[in-house]
């Protein structure tokens, strides 16, 4: 029912900004929190920042302090801004728009992006 869509990836050189951009469409009943995550070469699929429509907030820890989440609902969009690039922050960044409760104790992602590509690269 919710279609998601990521955009504002690229090459950015260490030390660098992105933004990016998590846009959804189609029915949102029921949808409260987007995810953002990414998924490194040979790594796993990590969590890197979650929002709520009310107005809770998470960061893990690698970037917590380079990395802020914004929204803006009345354009259905969830911003990344990504600051101090570094080479390990190369990944496809994936958005995904689901459900957030109860300090994440209830969590699910019912739609996802295809994703954005960021390379940090000298």
């Known amino acids: 029912q919710v279609q998601v869509m990521e955009s504002g990836g690229g090459l950015v050189q260490p030390g660098g900004s992105l933004r990016l951009s998590c846009t959804t469409s189609?029915?949102?009943?029921?949808?409260?929190?987007i995810y953002w995550y990414r998924q490194a070469p040979r790594q796993q699929r990590e969590v890197v920042a979650i929002?709520?429509?009310?107005?809770?907030?998470r960061y893990a820890d690698f970037v917590r302090g380079r990395f802020t989440v914004s929204r803006d609902d009345s354009k259905n969009t969830v911003y990344l801004q990504m600051n101090n690039l570094q080479f390990s922050d190369t990944a496809v960044y994936l958005c995904?728009?689901?459900?957030?409760?109860?300090?994440?104790?209830?969590?699910?992602?019912?739609?996802w992006g295809r994703g954005t590509q960021v390379t940090v690269s000298s």
């Open positions: 189609g029915s949102l009943n029921g949808i409260n929190a």
């Open positions: 929002s709520t429509t009310g107005g809770v907030i």
């Open positions: 995904g728009a689901g459900i957030y409760y109860s300090g994440g104790t209830i969590r699910r992602i019912d739609s």
